[in-house]
């Protein structure tokens, strides 16, 4: 018996075949989603680097206007979904003038919201990845077991323990296991290659929205709330009430 891929495929039975099919589906689903989670994850961050300082610039520049339709620019960009959400639904108070407390933690909330949708947009298909690298050995050690099994099967017919008869269940026990092995081990890295860059865009998401909460903060305690809040504090006190006694 020659040793080559195509003889030992040849002398196979169909339970190993049908484990090489499945492992050989189970190889290609998980390389298509590390190939588009891959390609996302490489668009969101290539927008995000074009977005973020230019949307710092408007908000510098008070520029509400141009930041919300940066944000609309930029669908790819994780943080721009973030940060053009909440901004989107504040600017109209920002521009009155009219933010309160109250404003600013629904604008975080939202910030929130957004943040949760994108981060379960970003991990989808993980579980795919973290599915295939656990069971593929187990699938690839099935088809182990029973080319084991076909192993003792050929020497009970033979009435031998000679290569002859043992070899042919020999060749479906190591493909199997590493085939089931070869499809695990990309599937285990890319899992938590994609698994730390989540967290990183994350950790960016996260700082960004503080960011932009402080910026709320300190138009709300500056030129649109605190002047605000002066204005009624002068006419109350001019209007004949009692200064605060220390």
Same mark, same amino acid.
């Given at each position: 018996?020659?040793?080559?891929?195509?003889?030992?495929?040849?002398?196979?039975?169909?339970?190993?075949?049908?484990?090489?099919?499945?492992?050989?589906?189970?190889?290609?689903?998980?390389?298509?989603?590390?190939?588009?989670?891959?390609?996302?994850?490489?668009?969101?961050?290539?927008?995000?680097?074009?977005?973020?300082?230019?949307?710092?610039?408007?908000?510098?520049?008070?520029?509400?206007?141009?930041?919300?339709?940066?944000?609309?620019?930029?669908?790819?960009?994780?943080?721009?979904?973030?940060?053009?959400?909440?901004?989107?639904?504040?600017?109209?108070?920002?521009?009155?003038?009219?933010? =309160?407390?109250?404003?600013?933690? @629904? $604008?975080?909330? #939202?910030?929130?919201? *957004?943040? !949760?949708? %994108?981060?379960?947009?970003?991990?989808?298909?993980?579980?795919?990845?973290?599915?295939?690298?656990?069971?593929?050995?187990?699938?690839?050690?099935?088809?182990?077991?029973?080319?084991?099994?076909?192993?003792?099967?050929?020497?009970?017919? =033979?009435?031998?323990?000679?290569? @002859? $008869?043992?070899? #042919?269940?020999?060749? *479906?026990? !190591?493909? %199997?296991?590493?085939?089931?092995?070869?499809?695990?081990?990309?599937?285990?890295?890319?899992?938590?290659?994609?698994?730390?860059?989540?967290?990183?865009?994350?950790?960016?998401?996260?700082?960004?929205?503080?960011?932009?909460?402080?910026?709320?903060?300190?138009?709300?305690?500056?030129?649109?709330?605190?002047?605000?809040?002066?204005?009624?504090?002068?006419?109350?006190?001019?209007?004949?009430?009692?200064?605060?006694?220390?």
């Amino acid at each position: 018996m020659q040793l080559s891929l195509i003889d030992l495929w040849s002398e196979m039975g169909g339970f190993a075949k049908g484990i090489v099919y499945v492992l050989a589906i189970m190889s290609i689903w998980s390389l298509s989603i590390t190939i588009k989670k891959w390609w996302d994850l490489r668009k969101a961050q290539s927008e995000t680097r074009k977005f973020a300082p230019e949307f710092s610039q408007f908000l510098e520049e008070d520029n509400l206007n141009e930041a919300v339709s940066l944000s609309e620019k930029y669908k790819k960009s994780h943080v721009a979904r973030v940060l053009g959400g909440a901004l989107g639904e504040i600017k109209p108070l920002i521009q009155d003038g009219t933010v =309160s407390v109250g404003d600013i933690n @629904s $604008a975080e909330r #939202a910030i929130e919201r *957004e943040m !949760l949708m %994108t981060i379960t947009e970003l991990k989808r298909g993980l579980a795919i990845l973290a599915t295939v690298g656990a069971t593929a050995p187990f699938v690839g050690l099935l088809g182990t077991t029973m080319g084991i099994v076909n192993s003792f099967v050929g020497m009970a017919a =033979s009435g031998s323990g000679g290569l @002859s $008869a043992i070899s #042919a269940g020999v060749a *479906e026990a !190591l493909i %199997t296991t590493a085939f089931g092995l070869l499809v695990a081990i990309p599937a285990v890295w890319s899992y938590n290659y994609f698994q730390t860059k989540i967290d990183n865009l994350t950790a960016e998401m996260t700082y960004t929205s503080k960011e932009m909460i402080d910026y709320m903060i300190k138009n709300v305690s500056g030129e649109f709330g605190r002047s605000r809040f002066t204005r009624e504090f002068n006419t109350t006190a001019s209007s004949g009430s009692a200064p605060i006694s220390q």
